[in-house]
T-cell receptor, first 113, second 115 residues
Framework: QKEVEQDPGPLSVPEGAIVSLNCTYS??????FMWYRQYSRKGPELLMY????GNKEDGRFTAQVDKSSKYISLFIRDSQPSDSATYLC?????????????FGKGTSLLVTP | DGGITQSPKYLFRKEGQNVTLSCEQN?????MYWYRQDPGQGLRLIYY???????QKGDIAEGYSVSREKKESFPLTVTSAQKNPTAFYLC??????????????FGSGTRLTVV
């Protein structure tokens, strides 16, 4: 069993919809949770990171972590066609192990006008 | 503008050849990484380097080699020992090992195809 599971999609939604992207994990040592966005033929870019459980909001994006369920989510409000990309979750047991990031497979999102 | 430059964008390799992928950064980052991305597989770590003249194997290092002679440069060689090299290769850097808070900066990738 992979440590990080993520549904690859694709997920197709109309413009303006609320999008929910999710990952589950098995390693209870994970403390830091990140979401990266990757446009086609580009490298990923960091969207948000959260530490331990709770919510974090940044504009239209909200990251949510439920450590008791080993489940993290990224919500996108008022989705736009420019949000069409692959979204990867990533996790780490501590803040100083950049080499120890565990990535999900990525979920492909398409927002249609 | 600071960033990471990977070259070439597309690379074709014949069976039995070694090829080298270039990765250069001008961000003054200490740590650099090489990932491989395959469809449906996510990112897998090949090698990483936290400081000049030092590097460590990642999860899938077999068939690959790296060097870190300069802070700015972290080239990856795909050797003939790598049995399935066709993939999208991503180079990344971070401020030290604390890639969590500040994130990785990724290059735009090199797509390698075996012909």
């Amino acid at each position: 069993q992979k440590e990080v599971e993520q549904d690859p999609g694709p997920l197709s939604v109309p413009e303006g919809a609320i999008v929910s992207l999710n990952c589950t994990y098995s390693n209870s040592a994970f403390q830091y949770f990140m979401w990266y966005r990757q446009y086609s033929r580009k490298g990923p870019e960091l969207l948000m990171y959260t530490y331990s459980s709770g919510n974090k909001e940044d504009g239209r994006f909200t990251a949510q972590v439920d450590k008791s369920s080993k489940y993290i989510s990224l919500f996108i409000r008022d989705s736009q066609p420019s949000d069409s990309a692959t979204y990867l979750c990533a996790m780490s047991p501590n803040s100083n192990s950049g080499y120890a990031l565990n990535f999900g497979k990525g979920t492909s999102l398409l927002v249609t006008p | 503008d600071g960033g990471i430059t990977q070259s070439p964008k597309y690379l074709f390799r014949k069976e039995g050849q070694n090829v080298t992928l270039s990765c250069e950064q001008n961000l003054n980052h200490d740590a650099m990484y090489w990932y491989r991305q395959d469809p449906g597989q996510g990112l897998r770590l090949i090698y990483y380097s936290q400081i000049v003249n030092d590097f460590q194997k990642g999860d899938i290092a077999e068939g690959y080699s790296v060097s870190r002679e300069k802070k700015e440069s972290f080239p990856l060689t795909v050797t003939s020992a790598q049995k399935n090299p066709t993939a999208f290769y991503l180079c990344a850097s971070s401020i030290g090992p604390a890639a969590i808070v500040y994130g990785y900066t990724f290059g735009s990738g090199t797509r390698l195809t075996v012909v």
